[in-house]
């Protein structure tokens, strides 16, 4: 039975096998902590993070903590994970752009809530991992490609939905450029990891109005000109 099914007492819907008790201490946590959107939930339960961490780091693939992925990358705890997803509000039939694939985790997450999710990476090896991922999980609806994440998908656009998982100094023109009227950009903002904020876009008619969700650490979107790595 699906956990979330378990949570709200409704009739095993037997599509499969029930989570595992890793699984299941880690979704109670992040719904004490505040990630109360049960399509949020559920998307998190049916993808199992221990696929996208580092081998040596698997133990730890289901407590609530950010994990490295390389030199600059990392993977986001789940709470942040399950915060960004319920503040960006995805229905089924969206379209979704994420910037920085990472692992390929949050995009997974992403995938199971909307109609297509295309995702930018400027880390070719990173790219490549993350797609052996996606084609392991049969997740047929993810589009991923290198590239510099501020230029966002200009042949794509405009988009639903943006999941901006680096940090800006402020919310990138381009991106919300390629924000559909009525769309919605989620994007960390201050390079410095100690003023960071989560900011909530919403394109309306006449502009853009913009919610403070708090204090998060996210590594910095890099501008392509200055990247070495
Ligand atoms: N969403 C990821 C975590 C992202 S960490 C996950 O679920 O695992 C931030 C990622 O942004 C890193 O992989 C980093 O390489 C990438 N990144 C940084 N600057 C970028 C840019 N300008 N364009 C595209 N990706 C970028």
């Known amino acids: 039975m699906a956990l979330v ?5 409704l009739p095993d819907g037997g599509e499969h096998a029930g989570p595992d008790s890793r699984t299941i201490r880690l979704l109670l946590e ?21 696929l996208f961490v580092p081998e040596p780091f698997r ?5 609530d903590v950010a994990l490295p992925l390389g030199t600059h990358q990392s993977v986001s705890a789940p709470s942040v994970v399950g ?11 969206m379209k979704v752009l ?3 694939t990472g692992s390929g985790y949050h995009a997974a997450v992403l995938s199971r809530l909307c109609r297509r999710l295309y995702t930018v990476e400027r880390r070719r090896d990173l790219v490549a991992e993350a797609e052996r991922r996606f084609a392991r999980l049969g997740l047929p609806n993810i589009t991923s490609r290198v590239g510099d994440g501020l230029a966002g998908w200009p042949e794509q656009a405009p988009f639903d939905r943006i ?4 940090a800006a100094s402020r919310p990138p023109e381009t ?6 009227e009525g769309g919605t950009m989620v994007v960390p903002v201050g390079i410095d990891g100690r003023d ?15 919610d403070d969700l708090g204090p998060v650490v996210f590594v910095p979107l890099v501008p392509e000109a200055s990247a070495r790595d």
């Open 5 to 9: 099914d378990t949570l709200l007492g």
């Open 196 to 210: 960071q904020r989560l900011l909530r876009l919403h394109r309306g008619p006449d502009g853009f109005d913009v």
């Open 83 to 93: 915060r960004m997803t319920e503040a960006l509000d995805v229905g089924e039939r």
């Open 59 to 63: 133990d730890q693939a289901y407590t």
């Open 30 to 50: 992040l719904r004490s902590g505040g990630v109360t959107d049960t399509r949020v939930l559920a998307a998190m339960e049916r993808t199992p993070r221990d």
């Open 98 to 100: 994420e910037i920085g």
């Open 175 to 180: 991106l919300l450029a390629q924000l559909k």
């Open 163 to 166: 999941m901006v998982t680096a």
